[in-house]
């Protein structure tokens, strides 16, 4: 279907004889927020290897906008606006937030590999990474080496880096997992005031986040999709309640 | 010296962005007060000026290694296949009659790159053991074939009939060594300024965001295979000129510049002086060659027992090398320069 | 064909004490994920045991064997808890540094303690000499060679599938973190497993006296050999390290008998292109 921002396609994948992607078609068409919810061990991670390169698919497409991607290497699917974040951090721990974005932003414009001119002759890059972290809240630290902020500024960071690469679609992998409540205002911020120009699918066990930002959700059981609707119809359909919201909603109920 | 501890200092005086990263760039009184001091040897020591240019060119091979190992994070067991190349490219032309040390340095770089590029495509896709024992398998193989070519090579008595004819048609490479330490002084110089200048431009960056996480790379659009082999090809362009200038001031040159024991004195030295700091190569080469000279009457079996001790307890308590416990100790002293 | 047998025979004894120097190496690498660069020290300090208590001593050669065994396992056991347990997690280069710093030190002390010359030794007569069988001329010491170290293996074959203690082991090799969970020692497994591998180390050293020789350097001159049986064997795999070795063995003997003048150029050539070609080894996982 013509007019999606990112589809998977009949997705496939198997190690040995454990099945981690089966028959998995998924459509986001452009601006939308949809979340991607299921148990631990379902194939979430794994679906978002398989749709940014890391994991190649047994069969199936990956499709970005009109352009099958399924072949391509995971920086390719980066330069066409196909951009992730990482569940556990994935960061440069003696870099200064500053400069990792920098160095994203440098990749972008493909003025990486200039080894004969000073990085301070490159002021566009620079401010537009340190407006990037500024609107992030991460401002005032960005000067700070990665290891030394804050766990929750990491996160930021995170999803900093991401937006440097100038995503149209961002997958997100749990942004909020593990952040202690009282940094998690930031993060949520972030997540709203991401542009609608940016279709963003996120990976998240945190049910408050995905009933605020995502307008549907799809559930992932053991590496197939079990169903897909809007928050109403999630919450209210019994198989989802039986396989993943079951227990806590119970005891949401019955206090 | 370097970023982190610059960070460290720039966060208490926050200051714009492009001030922070111009601040990490410029030169440190530290710097050209190291610099001065390599003149020293002329005034001072004036006897010793043959060996100060070994170490001048053993410096800018640790520089080359610097590169690829403390920037971008190869482990190379190797390298020194890169200046045997350099050496012995050098070697043979000055055989076959042409002994212009300038322009013999030239074709050595290029040599050198050569081979650098070509084996880059190999290094490049490995990490871990398997790049280490390629690194490892491509040096020893070389030195074999280099042994076994001795019609080319010379084998085992290295080539003979060298002779280096002088500097910019002036200076002659003498006994004294004042030409030979002056050559190998500029040459380290100049290079060192290249590679200054590559550490401080955004490839320098993208080399120790592949340091840092090589993984995360490609999530940013990183090209980290093109960037690897474009570093790994400079620093055997590098390597193959320290190796030609030690076959230009000595007149000779033999097997051992290429093989395993010299790679593995290079990586000591690094590591002893400290990796990713560009100056760690240069004072690692000098504190290493300078006491293997003071030493030079024992046992060479005695020697490599000190080291062997010494590389134990840099690796347990001291992993940055000299120049990482300097910086601790400054930072203790609350003085930076 | 005659000379090709005779070739394959003393390749295939040579692979075996290849076999043994490396099978330790292999299993503590793939489980452990340490590249411990002194293993071949063990090797020596085998060999150099077995020297002094027959040359010193007067012990006979055949009772020296197990000493060398105990003297590798005892020097492995003191290093794992001295210093190589502290950088199971530490990056590759600091584990080379390390051990690249023992080797040196042990060579150093091996100098200093025996001087640098081959070190003599005189086999038992009853290991002397060669046979002849169907136009091929089998030394004895090879045979005996090669006897002792597949009866080895088949021990070493057994203990992995049929006991526990074997079953842990590839439990631990596998997943370590999943053996962890599974209840399983892993810390003193690895202790176990590195004294198994450094006294098997030992004998090969001991065993390795007529054929290979003896001086300071051998923990370096072989250690390249062992790497390349590891690397090209697979991590963490017996098996693999005995085919890597077999052919390692053999193909340096058909080197040497054939194409002298290339040396050990064809070894380090395959060795490349088996690595580029099957990074983990040929029986590593992943």
């Known amino acids: ?255 | 010296m370097t970023s982190e501890t610059l960070a460290a200092a720039a966060s208490a005086a926050p200051a714009g962005p492009n001030e922070f990263l111009r601040a990490q760039a410029r030169w440190r009184w530290s710097e050209i007060a190291f610099w001065l001091a390599t003149l020293l040897p002329f005034v001072l020591t004036p006897d010793y000026l043959i060996l100060a240019s070994q170490v001048a060119i053993t410096a800018l091979f640790a520089l080359s290694l610097d590169l690829i190992l403390g920037f971008s994070g190869i482990v190379s067991l190797g390298h020194a296949a890169y200046f045997g190349v350099g050496a012995y490219t050098a070697g043979l032309i000055s055989v076959w009659g042409w002994g212009e040390p300038l322009t013999g340095l030239l074709a050595a770089g290029l040599a050198a790159g050569i081979v650098g590029y070509i084996t880059s495509f190999v290094i490049a896709r490995f990490r871990h053991l398997a790049l280490i024992m390629i690194t490892l398998g491509f040096c020893l193989l070389l030195q074999e074939a280099a042994n076994d070519a001795n019609w080319l090579t010379g084998g085992f008595n290295g080539l003979q009939g060298i002779q280096t004819w002088k500097l910019l048609g002036i200076f002659d490479f003498d006994l004294y060594g004042y030409t030979a330490y002056a050559y190998a002084l500029a040459g380290l110089f100049v290079i060192f300024l290249v590679a200054r200048r590559i550490i401080h431009s955004p490839f320098g960056l993208a080399l120790r965001g592949i340091r840092e996480n090589s993984a995360r790379m490609p999530a940013i659009g990183a090209p980290i295979l093109s960037h690897i082999r474009t570093i790994y090809t400079i620093a055997a362009i590098i390597a193959g000129i320290a190796g030609a200038m030690l076959t230009q001031t000595t007149e000779t040159a033999s097997l051992e510049s290429l093989g395993f024991q010299r790679s593995a004195d290079v990586l000591v030295m690094l590591i002893v002086g400290g990796t990713g700091r560009l100056y760690g190569g240069l004072i690692g080469a000098a504190v290493y060659m300078v006491a293997r000279d003071q030493f030079s009457g024992l046992n060479p079996q005695f020697w490599y027992f000190w080291i062997g001790l010494l590389l134990i307890a840099i690796v347990m308590f001291l992993p940055n090398g000299i120049l990482g416990g300097l910086e601790l100790l400054a930072r203790r002293l609350k003085v930076w320069p | 064909m005659l000379p090709a047998l005779g070739v394959l025979f003393d390749g295939a004894a040579y692979g075996m004490l290849l076999f043994l120097m490396s099978v330790g190496l292999s299993v503590t690498l793939g489980m452990m994920n340490f590249v411990n660069l002194a293993h071949c020290s063990f090797a020596m300090l085998g060999g150099y045991v077995t020297v002094t208590l027959m040359n010193a001593l007067g012990w006979p050669f055949l009772a020296t064997l197990p000493a060398a065994f105990v003297a590798g396992a005892a020097a492995s056991i003191v290093l794992e808890r001295i210093f190589f347990r502290r950088f199971y997690n530490s990056n590759e280069l600091n584990q080379c540094l390390l051990t690249i710093g023992i080797v040196f030190m042990s060579i150093a002390t091996a100098a200093y303690i025996y001087g640098t010359d081959q070190q003599p030794m005189q086999l038992p007569s009853y290991l002397q000499g060669s046979f002849t069988v169907a136009g091929i001329d089998l030394a004895v010491y090879r045979l005996f060679l090669i006897v002792v170290a597949a009866l080895i293996t088949a021990v070493l074959m057994l203990t992995l599938e049929s006991t526990r203690f074997g079953a842990q082991v590839r439990a631990a090799v596998n997943n370590q973190r999943m053996a962890r969970g599974l209840g399983i020692d892993v810390d003193r497994l690895f202790a176990v497993t590195f004294a198994l591998g450094g006294g098997l180390a030992g004998l090969g050293g001991g065993l390795a006296l007529p054929m290979l020789g003896l001086d300071p350097s051998f923990a370096l001159t072989y250690l390249i050999y062992v790497l390349i049986v590891v690397s090209v064997g697979g991590l963490g795999s017996i098996a693999g390290s005995f085919v890597a070795a077999m052919l390692l063995g053999v193909a340096d003997m058909a080197g040497k008998y054939y194409v002298p003048a290339l040396g050990s150029v064809l070894i380090y050539l395959v060795m490349l292109v088996m690595i580029m070609w099957r990074p983990t080894g040929l029986f590593g996982r992943r």
């Open chain 1, 1 to 255: 279907m013509s007019g999606s921002a990112l589809s998977a396609r009949g997705v496939n994948k198997s190690f040995g004889s454990l099945v981690v992607a089966a028959d998995v078609n998924i459509d986001l068409p452009p601006g939308v927020r949809y979340a991607l919810i299921g148990p631990n061990g379902a194939g979430k991670t794994t679906l978002i290897n398989l749709m940014t390169g890391m994991l190649r698919p047994d069969s199936g497409r990956i499709v970005l906008g009109d352009e099958d991607i399924t072949a391509l290497p995971p920086e390719e699917r980066v330069r066409r606006g196909l951009v992730r974040t990482y569940q556990i951090n994935s960061l440069f721990p003696h870099l200064s937030a500053l400069e990792s974005v920098t160095l994203a932003v440098c990749e972008r414009r493909r003025v990486a590999p200039t080894w004969w001119r000073p990085l301070t002759a490159y002021r566009y890059e620079i401010e537009e990474a340190h407006a990037i972290l500024v609107r992030l809240a991460l401002g005032p630290v960005c000067h700070r080496r990665t290891r030394e902020l804050a766990y929750g500024q990491q996160r930021l960071l995170e999803i900093a880096l991401a937006l440097a690469s100038k995503p149209k679609v961002l997958l997100l992998d749990e942004p909020a997992a593990s952040v202690p409540r009282e940094e998690s205002r930031e993060l949520f911020e972030a997540i709203a005031g991401l542009s609608r120009d940016i279709t963003v699918l996120f990976i998240e066990h945190d049910m408050e986040l995905v009933f605020r930002f995502a307008s549907r959700i799809i559930v992932l059981v053991g590496g197939s999709v079990l169903m897909e609707g809007t928050p109403a119809e999630i919450a209210a359909d019994a198989r989802v309640r039986a396989v993943y919201l079951g227990e806590a909603h119970r005891v949401a109920v019955h206090g």
